[in-house]
Nanobody
Framework: QVPLVESGGGSVQAGGSLRLSCAAS???????????MGWFRQAPGKEREGVAR????????YYADSVKGRFTISQDNAKKVLYLQMNSLKPEDTAMYYC?????????????????????WGQGTQVTVSS
């Protein structure tokens, strides 16, 4: 069973919206308050960067400065699905987007910032924004 499966990528014009989904049925427990999930992205020729992350209890949220006010991360713990609502998309948002799942060290701690701090990741979904 593949732990994480992303969907929802595509091609849009600048200013448009997309909603990414990540099915995590094989990666996390819906009752684990220390579970962490995040979205990362990697553009050609650039390093992978964190976009947004959320703790299992929903209390710890993080957004990269470049997406604050435009992207919203959310989760449905019962369905084990992670979402990324992306509005006001810009050409610089063009990248392969990856979902990741893991755990934080203790309750209340922030979720891991780096992709390597997660235990599972998906195959990625491409987002292309044209000007």
């Amino acid at each position: 069973q593949v732990p994480l499966v992303e969907s929802g990528g595509g091609s849009v014009q600048a200013g448009g919206s997309l909603r990414l989904s990540c099915a995590a049925s094989g990666a996390i427990s819906s009752t684990d308050s220390n579970a962490c999930m995040g979205w990362f992205r990697q553009a050609p020729g650039k390093e992978r960067e964190g976009v947004a992350r959320i703790s299992g209890d929903g209390r710890r949220l993080y957004y990269a400065d470049s997406v604050k006010g435009r992207f919203t991360i959310s989760q449905d713990n019962a369905k084990k699905v992670l979402y990324l609502q992306m509005n006001s998309l810009k050409p610089e948002d063009t990248a392969m987007y990856y979902c990741a799942a893991g755990r934080r060290g203790w309750y209340g701690a922030p979720c891991p910032a780096l992709f390597g701090g997660y235990d599972y990741w998906g195959q990625g979904t491409q987002v292309t924004v044209s000007s």
